[in-house]
């Protein structure tokens, strides 16, 4: 069976999921049973000073799919509505009372010394086994000069974190903002500053639709909207991309990763994991699903690694970061071609609609002269291997994309004689 217990930059855990610092873990009920249901561990919803933060209503929207499902969640919440006293002593308790599961405290403060260094002894008092900087909120904290204000300035992440590193011993986690146009730049001021880790990504700026009668974007507070923060399902393509950013990027290699952004099954978790996360943390999944999803988690993951002959998380963390490569190192001499399994076709010519008003007109539509019956075939010759067609075929493996035995050897851009640029032949980093 395999181990699903992980250490991430010092902190042990029974398994690498944790609820992310949002609504889930922002009090000790919910944190409670999200523990008796098998999370890992919780980073506590955002506490700063007081007087707490003040919510409006509504708060949420969605991006839905044809059959209303949420792709994507926007919210405009603000950090804890609660006092720090009170988080503070929730925050105690349940660390007592669940020793082996871990707390993570995320703190927002503005940026000034002496607030972060009154904060953390108190935060170091509760027995939390560290702190998450949230650099990252996108909306009403940053208009304050907080939370996205801080991470999208290198130089205040620098600054920030190394005030947290001179005034605590517990390890600290700096978590990024995707609204920035490089978060390598962040990443590696977080380290610059002595970060322990770097936990990604926050949520994206948004607005998910409009009330087109009222002529205002959702959510609706009186007659107006403002911006929100976009998760779930929809930002995981972001989210990946931006780990593997910096888990390949030599500037912060080894810098630990906490993966977040649209996880919402085993399989989720696992990319995030091969892309160089040491752990994964879950929000906007367990807010629609609730807590118990842990359990396909740990369930899929260890079945999975089982049948993989991972012993253990670290086995595969990263496996997949040095196949992640700039574009100028790939081979241009693979070629795959598309391939129709003509007894799944279902005749629907979807795929012929594809390619022909938009690719490379490769599929030939086939019309029998006497019933009238159409098939589709695949040109081989014009076929440039995009995907497109098996991507918009609703049968599942009906389109297969088939290498190719081109004969020829590995040859990337750099070496290849029709850039007109050539550079001096390298091979892949
Ligand atoms: C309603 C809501 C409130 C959130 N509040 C916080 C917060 O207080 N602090 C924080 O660091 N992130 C906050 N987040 C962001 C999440 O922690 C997480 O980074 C983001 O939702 C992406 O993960 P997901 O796709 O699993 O939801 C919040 C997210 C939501 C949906
Ligand atoms: S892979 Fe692209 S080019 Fe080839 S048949 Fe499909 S859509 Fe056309
Ligand atoms: S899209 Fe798929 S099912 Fe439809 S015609 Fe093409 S191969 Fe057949």
Redesign the pocket.
């Known amino acids: 069976m395999a181990d699903l217990s992980i250490e991430f930059c010092g902190i042990k855990s029974i398994n690498p999921f944790w609820l ?4 889930p ?2 009090k000790a009920y919910n944190v409670v049973r999200a523990f008796e249901a098998g999370w890992g561990g919780v ?1 506590w ?2 506490l700063g000073e007081d007087p707490a933060a003040v919510n409006v209503s509504s ?2 929207s969605a991006h839905y799919g044809k059959n209303r499902e949420v792709l994507g ?3 405009i ?4 509505d609660r006092s720090l006293a009170i988080n503070l002593q929730e925050i105690t308790q349940v660390k007592k009372d669940w020793p082996d599961r871990v707390i993570i405290v ?1 703190l ?1 403060l503005p940026c000034e010394e002496r607030l972060w260094a009154d904060i953390l002894p108190l935060v170091e008092a509760t027995g939390a086994d560290g702190i ?1 900087l ?1 650099f ?2 996108p909306h009403g904290m940053p208009e304050r000069g907080m ?1 996205a204000a801080v991470g999208q300035v290198p130089e205040y992440v620098e600054m920030v974190t190394r005030w947290c590193k001179q005034n605590t011993k517990l390890p600290v986690i700096v ?1 990024l903002t995707p609204n920035i146009t490089d978060v390598r730049a962040p990443a590696r001021a977080a380290k610059a500053g002595g970060a322990d880790a770097v ?5 994206i700026n948004s607005i998910t639709h409009l009330d087109l009668d009222q002529m205002v974007a959702f959510p609706i507070v009186g007659g107006a909207s403002t911006h929100g ?1 976009y ?3 929809a ?2 393509p972001i ?1 990946l991309n931006m780990v593997a950013e910096i888990a390949r990027d030599p500037q912060t290699a080894g810098l630990p990763i906490s993966g ?5 099954n085993w399989r989720d978790a696992a990319e995030f994991i091969a892309l160089g996360s040491g752990c994964v ?7 629609l699903h609730g807590f118990r999803i842990v359990e396909e988690m740990k369930d899929g993951l260890s079945r999975w690694m089982d049948q993989k002959g991972y012993q253990s998380i670290s086995e595969f963390s990263g496996k997949a970061v040095p196949n992640t490569t700039d574009w100028k190192y790939l081979n241009m001499n693979y070629q795959v071609i598309a391939q129709i399994n003509q007894d799944d076709c279902i005749k629907c010519g979807r795929c012929y609609v594809a390619c022909e008003d938009t690719s490379h007109q490769s599929i030939a539509q086939l019309i029998d002269e006497v019933s009238g019956a159409r098939t589709y075939e695949v040109i081989k010759e014009e076929c440039v291997g995009c995907n497109l067609c098996e991507i918009t075929c609703p049968v599942q493996g009906c389109i297969t994309m088939v290498p190719q035995d081109t004969g020829k050897p590995y040859m990337n851009w750099t070496q290849d004689p029709r850039n007109p640029r050539a550079e001096k032949a390298v091979e892949a980093a």
């Open positions: 992310a610092s949002a609504p873990t922002d980073v919803k955002t708060r949420y969640f926007n919210n919440e603000l950090i804890t995320s927002m998450e949230n990252g909120c939370g978590k936990s990604l990504i926050n949520t923060g998760c779930g399902s930002v995981k989210a977040i952004g649209g996880i919402g943390q879950v929000c906007t999944a367990a807010m």
